[in-house]
């Protein structure tokens, strides 16, 4: 088991590490993270989780962060003018770029110029032109490997083999915090059809989309319940099937407000150490209580992986 444990972090490692090349190779060009995600052979949400689990920093922030540190390169070690080195780190105005410049590094792109000058006329150290990240990556990119989360996190993990379910969705457009809206009205259609009083039912959520490569009011999330093969469905919801098959649970204890971070470890720390690879299909959570009768600090999520059952 060792040996397969060692085989899939390296597999996830790989996946990450070419991302990582191919976002140093076209730093000049605008990030496109479903052909990252592509080339992994994952959906962009898990792909995006992932990512961001193993190395700390969403591929679109990686990509910010070394245009910015390139951008305080050649504030330092050069003198194009302000505007070139705004526009080619991603900013269309000076006043923007002016604006992200300063909250990186506490000073204006012309005053950091500047200090350089000053620091070399005067024979001293040179700027720090690295921004904090714990992954190692910088700009320029150098021999340092990067630097990968282990699994120093206490998680517990059950696997399950769950049955197909039938589930009745009302599909919610905007961002996910405010999914409890299409909830509301799943649960005011539901319960005019009596599906709620079937024993069993069981709330869940299925998230679709990359919050860094989709616009908030375009993500897709489906607001569930599950339903009995034989019940009839009232206009208003949609029918989902979500396959029979093996799946890997975590429990999350705790606001709502966490569940990114929380899918982030399960799937950045968790799943290259488990042994286990994803399977096709969506990721999804069961809400085994509600906000209405709970405090935040004693909410219930379970949180579903599916997991491949293959050589």
Same mark, same amino acid.
């Given at each position: 088991?060792?040996g397969?444990?060692?085989?899939?972090?390296?597999?996830?490692?790989?996946?990450?590490?070419?991302?990582?090349e191919?976002?140093?190779?076209?730093?000049?060009?605008?990030?496109?993270? %479903?052909a990252?995600a +592509?080339? *992994?052979?994952?959906? &962009? =949400?898990?792909?995006?989780?992932?990512? /961001?689990?193993?190395?700390?920093?969403?591929?679109?922030?990686l990509?910010?962060r070394?245009?910015?540190?390139?951008a305080?390169?050649?504030?330092?070690?050069?003198?194009?003018?302000?505007?070139?080195?705004?526009?080619?780190?991603?900013?269309?105005t000076?006043?923007?770029?002016?604006?992200?410049?300063?909250?990186?590094?506490?000073?204006?792109?012309?005053?950091?110029?500047?200090r %350089?000058?000053e620091a +070399?006329? *005067?024979?001293a150290? &040179? =700027?720090?032109?690295?921004?904090?990240? /714990?992954s190692?990556?910088?700009?320029?990119?150098?021999?340092?490997?990067?630097?990968?989360?282990?699994?120093?996190?206490?998680?517990h993990?059950?696997m399950k083999?769950?049955?197909?379910?039938?589930?009745?969705?009302?599909?919610?457009?905007?961002?996910?915090?405010r999914?409890?809206?299409?909830?509301?009205?799943?649960?005011?259609?539901?319960?005019r059809?009596?599906?709620?009083?079937?024993?069993?039912?069981?709330?869940l959520?299925?998230?679709?989309?990359d919050?860094?490569?989709?616009?908030?009011?375009q993500?897709?999330?489906?607001?569930?319940?599950?339903?009995?093969?034989?019940?009839v469905?009232?206009?208003?919801?949609?029918?989902?099937?979500?396959?029979a098959?093996?799946?890997a649970?975590?429990?999350?204890?705790?606001?709502?407000?966490?569940?990114?971070d929380?899918?982030?470890?399960?799937?950045?720390?968790?799943?290259?150490?488990?042994?286990?690879?994803?399977?096709?299909?969506?990721?999804?959570?069961?809400?085994?209580?509600t906000?209405?009768?709970?405090?935040?600090?004693?909410?219930?999520?379970?949180?579903?992986?599916?997991?491949?059952?293959g050589?």
């Open positions: 088991m060792w397969v444990k060692n085989e899939t972090r390296s597999f996830y490692e790989q996946v990450v590490q070419r991302a990582v191919r976002i140093y190779d076209e730093l000049d060009d605008a990030l496109d993270l %479903a990252l +592509r080339t *992994a052979a994952l959906s &962009p =949400l898990h792909f995006h989780r992932i990512f /961001r689990g193993m190395i700390g920093e969403t591929p679109l922030e990509h910010r070394l245009r910015m540190e390139r305080a390169h050649r504030l330092a070690n050069g003198d194009a003018p302000i505007t070139r080195i705004a526009f080619e780190a991603g900013y269309e000076h006043e923007s770029f002016t604006r992200a410049f300063g909250e990186h590094y506490a000073m204006a792109p012309s005053a950091f110029r500047q %350089a000058s +070399r006329a *005067a024979c150290g &040179p =700027l720090e032109l690295e921004l904090a990240t /714990r190692g990556l910088h700009f320029p990119r150098g021999d340092s490997p990067l630097r990968f989360s282990k699994g120093n996190i206490v998680m993990v059950e083999d769950l049955p197909e379910l039938r589930v009745a969705a009302v599909r919610h457009i905007g961002p996910y915090n999914i409890s809206e299409a909830f509301q009205r799943l649960g005011e259609i539901a319960g059809a009596g599906l709620i009083r079937h024993p069993g039912t069981e709330m959520a299925l998230y679709h989309d919050p860094d490569a989709t616009p908030a009011d993500l897709r999330s489906d607001a569930a319940l599950t339903v009995p093969n034989d019940a469905l009232p206009s208003g919801v949609t029918e989902i099937r979500i396959a098959g093996r799946y649970c975590m429990v999350h204890v705790g606001p709502y407000t966490g569940l990114g929380a899918w982030e470890r399960f799937m950045g720390t968790w799943l290259p150490e488990s042994g286990h690879r994803l399977a096709s299909g969506p990721s999804f959570e069961i809400y085994r209580n906000p209405m009768d709970t405090p935040p600090e004693k909410l219930r999520t379970e949180m579903y992986l599916p997991i491949s059952t050589a």
